[in-house]
Structures are given as structure tokens and as C-alpha cells.
């Protein structure tokens, strides 16, 4: 049995239902809560399309000395290896990545570091392969 509103018909709870579905479900199907007129139009035909980052780079918080990219990066690397492995030789971070199922380019790039050399942190590793860390720490 589907319930209906006992003062008013169904095509009115139906209608009085559209009406608010905006306030309910939020921007969607039902509607929106955003203004009109703050909806951003597009660019004309002749002008460049927007942009988040109109000079290049994003401004990501970075740390001096170090690229979005780097930190990216440094960051993918460090999630193939994990603290069970440092400090560690080329041999503990290598075996450590493979068993974190690393993908080849992350093989590739431990393979190439030097041989007895224990590394105690990730940007120690990172540095060893030929990347800059942060200048400054804070």
C-alpha cells in the first residue's frame, strides 16, 4: 500500500515532492542548492579554457627544493617499501619491493643503487637514486 498525505490527493503530494527534492537529495537528479547566478559560465569560443593552475604548477605545498612531481614520486616509492625494510641494504629493499608486488620501474631503479650500503629512510633511498629531496624541513 503506498502512503500518501490523507490532505491531499496523490498528484499533489507528488508535485509538493518535485518542489523540495532539490533540499533533499542535494545538487543531482532532484535539483540544486547552488545559485544560478554562481555557476561559473563557460568560456567563450575564441578564449583559452580555465585552468586550476595557469602558470604551470600546481601550488601544492611542496617543500622547497622539490617538484609536486618529486613528491609524487617519492611518495609512490615509498609505498613499495615498507618499514620492515629499513634500515636496509640494496638486497633487504629490493626482496621488500617484490614482495609488495612493486610494479618493474620501482625493481629497475633499486636494482641500479649501490652495492653495502645501508639505507635508513626512504628519502635516503630517493636520493641515492639521483632525485633531490627538500632543502629545508620546516
Known sequence: MERVNSKHGPRLDEQMSQEVAGLVQGPGTGGSRVDEQRVPEPAGEDQPETTTAPAGELRSGAPKGMSSRDVEDRSRLGRFITMSA??????????NARDNDAPADIITALEGLP?????QTVSEVWAALGNKNETTRW
Not at 629499513?86 to 626482496?95: E, N, Y
Open 86 to 95: 629499513l634500515p636496509g641494504d640494496r638486497a633487504t629493499l629490493i626482496a
Open 115 to 119: 652495492e653495502g650500503i645501508r639505507y
